[in-house]
């Protein structure tokens, strides 16, 4: 799937619309420049699953975890940001696995490049990818590996 987002709100708004089409355990990967929009798609998508708190940017922390009350599947959101992540070990060192594939959960990553070697064995990765588009704030979002 592809969308065209003119605006900071429409790209919070396809994020929204894309929590009402994952499954239980699902990856999301989230790729983009700095200041695509990662962060930006993510509060839609944690709104989209019903989480209460506002979202802020794993950038320190790594990972942030969220209880949701919207799916009757799905317990935890996990929101991760390997940006200044040195070595996946680290992210190992506090529980990212306890999460990752955990049928209750889903796990959205930006920088999902960084942490590679632990993506690897999941087959269940959706990938949305966020370029820029033909003006300044335009952006192309693309969401691959979902029907
Ligand atoms: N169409 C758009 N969609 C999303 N953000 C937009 C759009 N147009 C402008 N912006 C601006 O771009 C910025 C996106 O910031 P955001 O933190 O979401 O990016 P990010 O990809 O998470 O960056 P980082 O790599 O630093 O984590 C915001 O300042 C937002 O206002
Ligand atoms: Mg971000």
């Given at each position: 799937?592809k969308?065209?987002?003119?605006?900071?709100s429409?790209?919070?708004?396809?994020?929204?619309?894309?929590?009402?089409?994952?499954?239980?355990?699902?990856?999301?990967?989230?790729?983009?420049?700095?200041?695509?929009?990662?962060?930006t798609?993510?509060?839609?998508?944690?709104?989209?699953?019903?989480?209460?708190?506002?979202?802020?940017s794993?950038?320190?922390?790594l990972?942030?975890?969220?209880?949701?009350?919207?799916?009757?599947?799905?317990d935890?959101?996990?929101?991760?940001?390997?940006?200044?992540?040195?070595?996946?070990?680290?992210?190992?060192?506090?529980?990212?696995e306890?999460?990752?594939?955990?049928?209750?959960?889903?796990?959205?990553?930006?920088?999902p490049?960084?942490?590679?070697?632990?993506?690897?064995?999941f087959?269940?990765?959706?990938?949305?990818?966020?370029?820029?588009?033909?003006d300044?704030?335009?952006?192309v979002?693309?969401v691959?590996?979902?029907?």
């Amino acid at each position: 799937m592809k969308y065209t987002s003119p605006n900071e709100s429409q790209t919070t708004s396809i994020g929204r619309q894309l929590a009402t089409m994952i499954s239980p355990g699902d990856i999301i990967t989230l790729s983009g420049d700095l200041g695509a929009g990662k962060t930006t798609f993510t509060k839609g998508f944690a709104e989209g699953l019903g989480v209460k708190k506002t979202i802020t940017s794993p950038t320190f922390s790594l990972m942030n975890v969220y209880p949701t009350d919207a799916h009757p599947e799905i317990d935890m959101f996990v929101h991760i940001d390997t940006y200044r992540l040195e070595n996946e070990e680290d992210l190992r060192a506090i529980g990212v696995e306890d999460y990752l594939g955990d049928p209750k959960t889903i796990v959205m990553i930006e920088w999902p490049e960084k942490i590679a070697g632990i993506l690897k064995k999941f087959e269940q990765v959706i990938a949305v990818n966020i370029t820029n588009g033909a003006d300044d704030a335009e952006r192309v979002i693309e969401v691959v590996g979902i029907e």
